[in-house]
């Protein structure tokens, strides 16, 4: 039962990386974003302000660190662990503009995305929206993929517990049956020349 909770790394080895790619992305397109006038106010480049420290930058970091450890894990629990961080991480940025007004009266605690209409629905889809449900979806393929124990996987273990059974079986066995080595030549040898030099004079002492 215990090798089962061991996985192989390229069960969430894709899951992963793409959740690293939209934590990096989460988490750095608030600062580098008004670069290519793609922002939240305030509109200044590498500017840290409460809403987007609560609202992206931690909840990139949870993504980031759920995909690191869906791709590097190989216990299944730990895995499990990570993916369930990331989906929790998507879905704060989907959700936590709306929850905002429960600790903050600066409302909107995100700031007010800048340009046109379509400008400011495409910066509410890649910051919040949209980022959110696309880390849900990949951290649940993840969190599927590796719950599921699969024919390899069980098989593998079985064949390492039917190695660990028959293991001390063979052994015995094989002692029993074994056969004594033959003399080696040398001794044979020497024992021969060891007869033929023994005295011939006991019998005519006798007589």
């Known amino acids: 039962m215990a090798g089962k ?8 080895a894709l899951s992963g990386m793409l959740l690293v790619l939209l934590g990096i992305w989460g988490g750095l397109v608030p600062l580098v974003g008004p670069y290519v006038h793609y922002a939240y106010t305030p509109d200044h480049v590498w500017k840290i302000t409460s809403g987007r420290l609560l609202l992206e930058i931690l909840p990139a970091a949870g993504t980031l660190l759920g995909g690191l450890i869906v ?12 993916g369930s961080l990331a989906a929790a991480s998507g879905a704060w940025f989907a959700v936590g503009t709306a929850l905002a007004p429960l600790w903050t009266n600066n409302l909107p605690a995100q ?29 649940s393929v ?4 590796l719950s599921l124990v699969s ?4 098989s593998a ?5 039917a190695a660990a059974e028959v293991a001390p079986v063979t052994e015995p066995v094989a002692r029993k049956w074994s056969f004594p080595s033959p003399p080696s030549l040398r001794k044979v040898a020497s024992s021969s020349a060891e007869s033929e030099s023994e005295p011939v004079g006991s019998g005519t002492s006798r007589s």
Do not use: N, W, Y
């Open 5 to 12: 909770l061991k996985v192989s790394r390229s069960r969430g």
């Open 71 to 82: 791709l590097m894990s190989k216990i299944r629990p730990m895995a499990l662990l990570g």
């Open 111 to 139: 700031g007010v995305p800048v340009g046109g209409h379509i400008a400011r629905a495409m910066e509410q889809i890649g910051f919040f929206t949209g980022l959110g449900v696309v880390i849900v979806c990949f951290a």
């Open 142 to 145: 993840a969190i599927g993929r």
């Open 151 to 154: 024919v390899r996987d069980a």
């Open 157 to 161: 273990v079985d064949r390492r517990a």
